[in-house]
């Protein structure tokens, strides 16, 4: 059974940075699509970054584009998010997301979702 913990969010102030982890468990990740969506009070869960496990390939919305960088550690089963320059608007629920299959797609059809971590931003 797979399982995402995510770990790492908190407040801040704008301007400021946190980095997000997710660790999988349950089995090797080597041909994957995992990543990052984030959901705000009253909101649809949105896609934020992707990466293919194997290429190592990025995905990012265009609201977090040039502030956010999606990587991963094989060896660890681990994939971070690093957050620059954080808006209140990115304030939300961060869930990490992973598929059995290394394409990453910008909607929610993904096999695996974590618990999710609170993000909050303050102005």
């Known amino acids: 059974q797979v399982q995402l913990v995510e770990s790492g969010g908190g407040l801040v102030q704008a301007g400021g940075s946190l980095r997000l982890s997710c660790v999988a468990s349950?089995?090797?990740?080597?041909?994957?699509?995992m990543g990052w969506f984030r959901q705000a009070p009253g909101k649809e869960r949105d896609f934020v970054a992707g990466?293919?496990?194997?290429?190592?390939?990025?995905y990012y919305a265009d609201s977090v584009k040039g502030r956010f960088t999606i990587s991963r550690d094989n060896a660890k089963n681990t994939v971070y998010l690093q957050m620059n320059t954080l808006k209140p608007e990115d304030t939300a629920v961060y869930y990490c997301?992973?598929?059995?299959?290394?394409?990453?797609?910008?909607?929610?059809?993904?096999?695996?979702w974590g618990q999710g971590t609170q993000v909050t931003v303050s102005s």
């Open positions: 997301v992973a598929r059995n299959v290394p394409w990453v797609i910008r909607t929610a059809q993904y096999d695996y």
């Open positions: 349950g089995r090797t990740f080597s041909n994957n699509a």
């Open positions: 990466i293919n496990w194997e290429t190592g390939r990025t």
